[in-house]
């Protein structure tokens, strides 16, 4: 019988250490709690994942083409706040249309900066968090946002609706991740995606408009958090001016834990649902093991470190560098 060696080890743990873990915390949050895998909790789980699931698919493009976006959760407040101002003022119907257009604008200006001026894009979607966030207070004068008639309007369907038992939070998450997935495995765009990712500058000396590919994704990550603002805004009707506020690092952390690399070229949308999954999960077993709220955000950040560690583990192979 063959035996695994340390080498073959730290292979297996580098690729599929995030799944390993995840299926430790299973075990033990079952154990600790036996509603964990409760049918009811389990929709729960995956109806409060939504939202973020959602912002992730979009970022899944802008981290495959090599690049981040840390604005989405001011980005994503703004959409809220918009949409619900905009329902009483000129009603649902054009309200979604107007508030799409301008998250759109953000994106286009964005991924401008980053793929046309070839700007560097931590620095920038870092600059347009505050940014985001400091238009998103002028536009409501710092107030919070509520639409006055919530009993007489049907804009609620989206984030409280059910569709054949299904809420249609959760109908609309897996629509829009099959219809991502298609893109970017099976279209050319996708191709393009993954080349300017892999590598740019083979990708242009290939054809490939690299600049254009960085605009396309950028835009398509904020086609993505207006859905979420959409979702978010219809789920309680009311919203305050920072309820995206340190999502960006949630959604990140989701769509590295699903495999897709920092460095570009590699993750799937497929992997990235999985990786919000296991976040919304983990962060269900801490409330239900009587952890506070506050920890997660420690876990977020320990699951993050892990989740970079372990990609540049399997770029090398192997868990530990050689240099000591």
Not at 295 to 311: E, H, K, M, P, S
């Amino acid at each position: 019988m063959a035996t695994l060696s340390k080498q073959d080890i730290g292979k297996i743990l580098a690729r599929q250490g995030i799944l390993i873990a995840f299926a430790f915390f299973i075990i033990g949050f079952t154990l600790a709690n036996g509603r964990f895998l409760s049918p009811d909790n389990v929709m729960g789980v995956v109806r409060s994942s939504a939202i973020l699931g959602v912002m992730a698919l979009g970022v899944t493009f802008v981290v495959i083409s090599g690049n981040l976006d840390l604005s989405v959760g001011s980005m994503m407040s703004f959409s809220t706040i918009v949409v619900l101002d905009l329902h009483d003022k000129i009603g649902p119907a054009l309200a979604i249309p107007a508030m799409f257009a301008m998250t759109l604008c953000l994106g286009a200006f964005i991924g401008f900066l980053v793929g046309y001026l070839k700007l560097n894009s931590l620095i920038v979607t870092l600059g347009m968090l505050s940014a985001i966030h400091g238009l998103t207070l002028t536009y409501s004068g710092g107030k919070n946002m509520d639409i006055a008639d919530k009993d007489g309007t049907w804009f609620d369907v989206f984030g409280q609706g059910t569709a054949l038992g299904i809420p249609v939070p959760i109908l609309m998450f897996l629509a829009l991740a099959a219809l991502l997935g298609i893109i970017l495995a099976k279209t050319p765009f996708g191709r393009k995606v993954y080349a300017v990712g892999g590598n740019g500058t083979a990708a242009t000396f290939s054809g490939i408009k690299r600049a254009r590919t960085v605009f396309l994704c950028y835009l398509m990550s904020a086609g993505c958090v207006a859905t979420a603002g959409l979702i978010q805004a219809s789920r309680s009707l009311g919203s305050q001016n920072t309820v995206g506020q340190g999502l960006e690092l949630e959604v990140l952390a989701a769509v590295i834990l699903g495999g897709a690399s920092l460095l570009g070229g590699s993750g799937t949308i497929f992997k990235t649902v999985i990786g919000v999954l296991i976040l919304g999960f983990i962060q269900n077993g801490l409330l239900l093991v009587g952890l506070q709220f506050y920890v997660q955000f420690v876990v977020t950040w320990i699951i993050i470190i892990l989740a970079v560690w372990l990609d540049i583990a399997a770029k090398r192979g192997k868990l530990w560098s050689n240099i000591a």
